[in-house]
Nanobody
Framework: QVQLVESGGGLVQPGGSLRLSCAAS????????MGWYRQAPGEERELVAD???????NYADSVKGRFTISRENAKNTMYLQMNSLKPEDTAVYYC????????????WGQGTQVTVSS
């Protein structure tokens, strides 16, 4: 069983930046893909960004040009650099990982709160 632990959330003013981290309990080298999801109150969970083992990336339109996803296999960690944050980015952010292509994500973290407010 793999554990994923997010960190780096918090309160930030509009226009500010945060970097989220997702630390895995074992090597992430073998994951087919990892991703960041978010869920705001009263909303459905949505994909923010994902990255494959080949480092191909995909972003939601709402975050393109502002967020950057990356993974550091040697540290078993995935990151989400979030710049130019907006109040509508406020949500609980979850990291996830999947073992096989085109499958559902197998593993999920517990989430970290990001609040963008002045």
């Amino acid at each position: 069983q793999v554990q994923l632990v997010e960190s780096g959330g918090g309160l930030v003013q509009p226009g500010g930046s945060l970097r989220l981290s997702c630390a895995a309990s074992r090597s992430i080298f073998w994951f087919n893909a990892m991703g960041w999801y978010r869920q705001a109150p009263g909303e459905e969970r949505e994909l923010v960004a994902d990255i494959t083992s080949g480092t191909s990336t995909n972003y939601a339109d709402s975050v393109k040009g502002r967020f950057t996803i990356s993974r550091e296999n040697a540290k078993n960690t995935m990151y989400l650099q979030m710049n130019s944050l907006k109040p509508e980015d406020t949500a609980v952010y979850y990291c996830a990982a999947r073992s096989y292509p085109y499958s559902d994500y197998d593993y999920w973290g517990q989430g970290t709160q990001v609040t963008v407010s002045s």
